[in-house]
């Protein structure tokens, strides 16, 4: 395949092949590492406002408060990317919802959980409600309070968030652009100074050759300069 190329061909491949190699390494490697950021970030956003309102949600669950219940879920809707919220009793039953609410969704059976739903563009995080702690003044501490609020303790309900997927998407379709686009100025980059540097490489030979053919033509008082 290159047997018929020239010495200037061979030469600006000499100098593009390595710098679009590395080029495709470091923008594949970069790109890699953003996209995972931005996915551990979008989780752990997740999951601290899924504990957050559940923190919240203790007293009014506690309580039966769905008035209370309905404020939180629909204050946490309001933030950038939150679709929805659901609140649930320790039986599953539904006690607040704000947001794109799914009538198929159930409290889950194994909690902290996330989930991702790629149909609907969505991850979704779940976390327990816990009795909230009960505080005893006179010295005497109650043995359930003493578990209250403790991993150990029984949950009274749950809390499920649900998060678009859509701005993590373009985020990350940004970001492949911005590599391809990256990769192309190396690259056109690469075939300025591969030319430059091949009309260095490949003049001088080239007007020897041209001594040399004028030579075996007769013309004997032609010199190489």
Known sequence: MFTNWGVRARVMLAAVLPMLVLAVIMTTVFTALRLADLNDTLGARGRALARQIAATSELATFAGDRGALRQIASAATGMDDVLAVRIFDRNGTLL??????????????????????????????????????????????????????????????AVMVDLSLKPLHKRRLQLLLTGAGSMLIVL????????????????????????VLRIGHGQLHERAT
């Not at 056109?188 to 001594?211: E, F, K, Q, T």
Request: proline content about 10%; glycine content about 10%.
């Open 96 to 157: 607040a919802a704000s947001g794109e609410t799914d009538a198929a969704a159930i409290m889950p059976t194994v909690l902290p959980s996330a989930s991702q739903l790629p149909d609907r563009a969505l991850l979704r995080f779940a976390e327990p409600i816990r009795p909230p702690a009960i505080e005893i003044e006179d010295g005497l501490p109650l043995v359930a309070s003493a578990a209250a609020g403790t991993d150990g303790a029984p949950q009274q309900g």
């Open 188 to 211: 056109l980059g690469s075939v300025l100074l591969a030319a430059r540097m091949s009309r260095g490489v490949s003049g001088p030979i080239r007007a020897v050759a041209d001594v």
